[in-house]
């Protein structure tokens, strides 16, 4: 794979397969231990493993200040590629290097629903490795940039709407740079304000950040935030270049 040698690399994925293994029976149904009887009975051996090949050789690297946008149809394997990105999922053949600490927005910041937001933001900021005086000298900054309703703030997460939690989240995870910022569907959920300042925010991040991976179904949000774009159709790489070019070409693809 070539590198560009004028560029600072700061992810390598090299040859990357992702298999995910599934354990079920022939005879259908749960895991339990009706389910085992029942293969017992019929003479059947133990349960089936089903092999899911969601990447399938993958490669590309990603230069400091990179903001890539990944795009695909359902199941291509765009959130597999973030997770194993962020180190969450071990590659069945290939890899992943990374230059610095990889941030899958979302499960980085390890939230508890039964505690208030105001705790969760303590928290979130203790596992992105921040101190507490670093946290309380944010603090103030993720409430507001969260926009919650009035109050919210104190009543446990489990509380909040999708929306409401997506938000917190992501201001959370915005408190930081961090080097690698992996961002599945964020934007998705927040309404047209918050998309608005959350775009604004990742551009100011991705001037400190490593890299920046958005996994996005709308083509507005890729197209207007990330400089590159990587189309996966069916775990395979299909295009990897210009955002107005790649979306052009998927959006034929996938209309015809
Ligand atoms: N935990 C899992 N166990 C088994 N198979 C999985 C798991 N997660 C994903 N898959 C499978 O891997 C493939 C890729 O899934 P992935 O979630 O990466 O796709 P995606 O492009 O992010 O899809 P979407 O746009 O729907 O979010 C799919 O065939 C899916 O069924």
């Known amino acids: 794979m070539a590198i560009d040698p004028s560029r600072e690399p700061i992810v390598?994925?090299?040859d990357l397969h992702i298999i995910y293994r599934v354990y079920g029976s022939t005879s259908g149904g749960k895991g339990t231990a009706a389910t085992a009887m029942l293969?017992?009975?019929?003479?059947?051996s133990g349960p089936q493993v089903k092999e899911i090949h969601a990447v399938k050789g993958v490669s590309f690297v990603?230069?400091?200040?990179d903001a890539i946008g990944v795009i695909g149809t359902n199941g291509s394997g765009k959130s597999t590629l973030l997770k194993a990105i962020a180190g969450l999922l071990p590659p069945h053949r290939g890899g992943v290097y990374t230059d610095g600490q990889p941030s899958l927005l979302g499960v980085n910041a390890a939230l508890m629903k039964?505690?208030?937001?105001s705790r969760n933001i303590i928290l979130g900021c203790l596992a992105m490795g921040m101190t507490m005086e670093e946290t309380r000298e944010k603090y103030d900054e993720i409430v507001e940039f969260a926009g919650l309703k009035?109050?919210?703030?104190?009543?446990?997460?489990?509380?909040?709407s999708s929306g409401m939690?997506?938000?917190?989240?992501?201001?959370?995870?915005?408190?930081?740079t961090h080097d690698v910022m992996l961002i599945d569907e964020a934007l998705?959920?927040?309404?047209?304000?918050?998309?608005q300042r959350s775009q604004a925010k990742i551009n100011e991040l991705r001037k400190d950040a490593g890299a920046v991976f958005l996994v996005a179904h709308s083509m507005d949000v890729i197209e207007e935030t990330c400089n590159r774009v990587i189309w996966l159709d069916d775990g395979r790489m299909r295009m990897d270049g210009d955002p107005a070019e790649v979306i052009e070409a998927y959006i034929s693809a996938t209309t015809k």
């Open 62 to 65: 990603a230069y400091r200040g």
């Open 165 to 176: 939690g997506a938000r917190l989240r992501f201001a959370i995870a915005a408190a930081r």
């Open 150 to 160: 009035a109050g919210f703030i104190d009543y446990p997460m489990s509380t909040y």
């Open 188 to 195: 998705a959920t927040g309404d047209a304000k918050f998309k």
């Open 114 to 117: 039964d505690l208030s937001g």
């Open 39 to 44: 293969r017992m009975v019929k003479r059947e």
């Open 12 to 14: 390598v994925v090299d």
